[in-house]
């Protein structure tokens, strides 16, 4: 099955500047990557997603990158701002396995005012 | 109006106990889905209904039963709780089964003393 790998696991950035969270996936096959955010006790919250048919996506601070070959793709983060304090999940799902995504391990980003 | 909603928010029982939780969407989704998220964040599929069929169990132990009622509905009953089982559980759906974009629930924080 799918394997997904999400470093770093925690990461503290300055308000104003970027974050960057990158995951790793196993399965050649998987061809959708959600990015998903949990703020403190509340349940994750699609932020952006991206398909494997494309390389980067935008939407406003946020954007995500894919890399096909290499199997692993990436959130951007830019001008942080202390709500966007939270823990971020990645995961993978493919074709034959649609009805299940595989999450990675979680980032708890701490944006420091 | 909550989009998915389940209930009870806490739940603290003693280890041997049987207890439910439920859940609602109200988005129209075809499918529904419960999550276990650990202590270290970790997000691990459980459970899978499409149009009230069961479609995904992961090795998960028989004492937890999933019943959906309608589209609408998946509860979780949960017998003989054991320590371990504590955690937070997620409910989820999509509007297709496979198609990723998740809503969840705001999740219910189970304590088994």
């Known amino acids: 099955g799918e394997n997904v790998e999400q470093h770093p696991s925690t990461l503290s950035v300055q308000e104003g500047d970027s974050a960057v969270i990158k995951c790793t996936y196993s399965?050649?096959?998987?061809?959708?990557f959600p990015w998903y955010k949990q703020e403190l006790g509340k349940g994750p919250q699609l932020i952006i997603d991206?398909?494997?048919?494309?390389g980067e996506k935008k939407d406003q601070r946020i954007a995500v990158t894919l890399n096909k070959t290499a199997k692993h793709f990436s959130l951007h983060i830019t001008e942080t701002q202390p709500e966007d304090s939270a823990v971020y999940f990645c995961?993978?799902?493919?074709?034959?396995?649609?009805?299940?995504?595989?999450f990675g391990a979680g980032t708890t980003v701490t944006v420091r005012a | 109006d909550t989009a998915v909603s389940q209930t009870p928010k806490y739940l603290v029982t003693q280890m041997g106990n049987d207890k439910s939780i439920k859940c609602e969407q109200n988005?129209?989704?075809?499918?529904m889905y419960w999550y276990k998220q650990d202590s270290k964040k970790f997000l691990k599929i459980m459970f899978s209904?499409?149009?009230?069929?069961?479609?995904i169990n992961e090795t998960v132990p028989n004492r937890f039963s999933p019943k959906s009622p309608d589209k609408a509905h998946l509860n979780l009953h949960i017998n003989s709780l054991e320590l371990g089982d504590s955690a937070v559980y997620f409910c989820?759906?999509?509007?297709?089964?496979?198609?990723?974009?998740?809503?969840f629930g705001s999740g219910t924080q189970l304590s088994v003393l």
């Open positions: 989820a759906s999509s509007q297709v089964a496979g198609k990723g974009k998740l809503f």
């Open positions: 399965d050649s096959a998987s061809n959708y």
């Open positions: 991206i398909r494997s048919n494309v």
């Open positions: 995961a993978a799902s493919a074709p034959y396995n649609d009805y299940k995504l595989s």
């Open positions: 988005l129209g989704h075809d499918t």
């Open positions: 209904y499409n149009n009230k069929e069961l479609i």
